[in-house]
């Protein structure tokens, strides 16, 4: 177990030093505190749980907002399910099936999932879909849905 928290450590420090490279040449991404980040408060990682599943959305130091609306330090909730590559940091974040647009502000969802093993992840997108310039992304978890 040590082993993987150590790979996961240099995953995240790799990720960080590469992705707000990519969010800046477009121009498109937004500046973010430096505190910012977002969690999955529930359900937790490796619980088991039944559809519908309710996902409950956590931030600090970041207000939420809807889609549309230019605010400083703020921005809406993308939810990427099973996604097993990350989408262009640079770019508006496609909608679909695996990555679904909370674009009303919204903080929570009922999310519906076949039995077995799921992956949850949260990416903050900028009022136009955009993530931050340093993107502002959850850990990812692993649900069972019995």
């Given at each position: 177990?040590?082993k993987?928290?150590?790979?996961?450590?240099?995953?995240?420090?790799?990720?960080?030093?590469?992705?707000?490279?990519?969010?800046?040449?477009?121009?498109?991404?937004?500046?973010?505190?430096?505190?910012?980040?977002?969690?999955?408060?529930s359900?937790?990682?490796?619980?088991?749980?039944?559809?519908?599943?309710?996902?409950?959305?956590?931030?600090?130091?970041?207000?939420?907002?809807?889609?549309?609306?230019?605010?400083?330090?703020?921005?809406?909730?993308?939810?990427?399910?099973?996604?097993?590559?990350?989408?262009?940091?640079?770019?508006?974040?496609?909608?679909?099936?695996?990555?679904?647009?909370?674009?009303?502000?919204?903080?929570?969802?009922?999310l519906?999932?076949?039995?077995?093993?799921?992956?949850?992840?949260?990416?903050?997108?900028?009022?136009?879909?955009?993530?931050?310039?340093?993107?502002?992304?959850?850990?990812?978890?692993?649900?069972?849905?019995?």
């Open positions: 177990m040590k993987y928290s150590i790979i996961a450590s240099l995953v995240t420090m790799f990720l960080s030093a590469a992705l707000p490279v990519a969010a800046d040449h477009t121009g498109l991404s937004s500046a973010v505190s430096a505190e910012a980040r977002v969690w999955i408060q359900p937790v990682d490796m619980q088991e749980v039944s559809s519908p599943i309710v996902v409950v959305f956590g931030s600090e130091s970041v207000s939420i907002s809807p889609a549309g609306v230019e605010r400083e330090n703020s921005g809406h909730h993308h939810l990427m399910v099973d996604l097993d590559k990350l989408p262009a940091m640079d770019m508006p974040l496609p909608g679909s099936a695996q990555l679904i647009h909370f674009g009303k502000g919204q903080t929570e969802t009922l519906e999932l076949e039995p077995g093993l799921h992956s949850l992840q949260l990416l903050l997108g900028n009022h136009i879909h955009v993530p931050h310039s340093r993107p502002v992304m959850s850990e990812k978890i692993t649900i069972l849905v019995k």
